[in-house]
């Protein structure tokens, strides 16, 4: 069992947003801004898409967004495309010097 | 451009050591300040950080697993390894190397591997 809490699954139509919500508590993504979001497309390698809960990367689209409140983070997506959908996971630094992921959750693009 | 590939034997027995190799190209562990991770995910579930390391060997580990596994680096090689010791069934899984998380990679894993599928079987 997962420390980190996302839903299982997320779905939307092509040019929607959906939100994905990753709840901690007070020892990690509640107290840290270390949290971060990666995408990963089925058969590949997990890709960081956003770190310190609100970056992205270079080449990642201003359409992934990221932010906090309380001990929940989430991961927007706007505009929905079709080579969005794969897996999320969230991750956290906690109070005990080590980083934890969220369970995952699946998007889907109807 | 850096790059992380991780190499090791796919099946191993019960009980015995699992070990890993993660040659890192592009980017000099010796001379740079990032550290390195091993992360897992057995097949259609989530990932787990097994722990990082970092130029000196400082590392920090999973508690989960901190007694069972060892986090090195060989800066004339530019590796890190992993070992994981008397595995289980439970330990299956695709193995990633990774950099971070860290100060200089904005506290996050932000470079992968392509992973390696390792099968704990008779």
């Known amino acids: 069992q997962s420390a980190l809490t996302q839903p299982p699954s997320v779905s939307g139509s092509p040019g929607q947003s959906v939100t994905i919500s990753c709840t901690g508590s007070?020892?990690?993504?509640?107290?840290?801004?270390?949290v971060s979001w990666y995408q990963q497309p089925p058969g590949t390698a997990p890709k960081l898409i956003i770190y310190e809960v609100s970056n992205r990367p270079s080449g990642v689209p201003d359409r992934f967004s990221g932010s906090k409140s309380g001990n929940t983070a989430s991961l927007t997506i706007s505009g929905l495309q079709a080579e969005d959908e794969a897996d999320y996971y969230c991750s956290s630094f906690t109070s005990s010097v080590t980083w934890e992921f969220g369970g995952g959750t699946k998007l889907t693009v109807l | 451009q850096v790059q992380l590939q991780e190499s090791g034997p796919g099946l191993v027995k019960p009980s015995q050591t699992l070990s890993l190799t993660c040659p890192v190209s592009g980017v000099s562990i010796r001379s740079e300040t990032y550290y390195w991770s091993w992360i897992r995910q057995p097949a259609g579930k989530g990932l787990e950080w097994i722990g990082r390391v970092y130029n000196t060997g400082y590392t920090n580990y999973n508690p989960s697993l901190m007694s069972r596994v060892t986090i090195s680096v060989d800066t004339s090689t530019n590796q890190l390894s992993l070992s994981l010791y008397s595995v289980t069934a439970a330990d299956t899984a695709i193995y990633y190397c990774?950099?971070?998380?860290?100060?200089?990679?904005?506290?996050?894993?932000?470079?992968w591997g392509q992973g390696t599928t390792v099968t704990i079987s008779p």
């Open positions: 990774a950099r971070g998380p860290g100060r200089d990679s904005g506290e996050a894993f932000d470079i």
């Open positions: 007070s020892s990690d993504v509640g107290y840290y801004n270390r």
